[in-house]
Nanobody
Framework: QVQLVESGGGSVQAGGSLRLSCAAAGYSSRSCIAWFRQTPGKEREGVAAIYGGSFTRYADSVKGRFTISQDNAKNTVFLQMDSLQPEDTGVYYC????????????????????WGQGTQVTVSS
């Protein structure tokens, strides 16, 4: 079983940066870890995913601005968010899934069985 705890959310002005952290207890080499965000009135959106420390996947809306990475020694996954815009506002969730192949490390929420409690990110214009 995987337990996830997010941290690092906050409020910034447009153009600013934040780094989110996801501490994963029970992490294994088969873990696909992803970040999702939820805004009222919108569908949950997969933002970025990482598998095996090197395979990454990004939503088109964040490519070139967000970077996902992991520290295996600390079982922690990071989401570095730069050039933040008001449309990036939302509750960001860390999620985990156990997979065998990189193709199965997706940005679809339905594929993930473990979720953190979420952290709020607010970007003002």
């Amino acid at each position: 079983q995987v337990q996830l705890v997010e941290s690092g959310g906050g409020s910034v002005q447009a153009g600013g940066s934040l780094r989110l952290s996801c501490a994963a207890a029970g992490y294994s080499s088969r873990s696909c870890i992803a970040w999702f965000r939820q805004t009222p009135g919108k569908e949950r959106e997969g933002v970025a995913a990482i598998y095996g420390g090197s395979f990454t996947r990004y939503a088109d809306s964040v490519k070139g601005r967000f970077t996902i990475s992991q520290d295996n020694a600390k079982n922690t996954v990071f989401l570095q968010m730069d050039s933040l815009q008001p449309e990036d506002t939302g509750v960001y969730y860390c999620a985990a899934n156990l997979v065998w192949f990189t193709s199965k490390c997706s940005l679809s929420g339905a594929d993930f069985g473990y979720w953190g409690q979420g952290t709020q990110v607010t970007v003002s214009s």
